[in-house]
């Protein structure tokens, strides 16, 4: 889990890239806890606040460069 002002300092394409590792996590994460083998359910919540935290950021960029 990264902290918001270091993921601030990263580029868009950089952002881009660990938004879609997060997403594949959390589908790696959804099937595991359907096939009952998800040994930490926090590990959902973990990766879904990192999914919305990038889409926050990126977001911001976006209404930024919009102005």
């Known amino acids: 889990m990264s902290k918001p002002k270091a993921l601030r300092e990263q580029s868009t394409e950089q952002l881009q890239a ?11 994460l959804r099937i595991q806890r359907q096939t009952e083998r998800l040994e930490a359910p926090s590990e959902i919540i973990k ?16 209404l930024a460069a919009s102005k």
């Open 18 to 28: 660990v938004m879609a590792d997060a997403q594949n996590q959390l589908f790696r």
């Open 47 to 62: 990766s879904r606040r990192e999914i919305a935290r990038l889409k926050t950021i990126l977001r911001e960029r976006e």
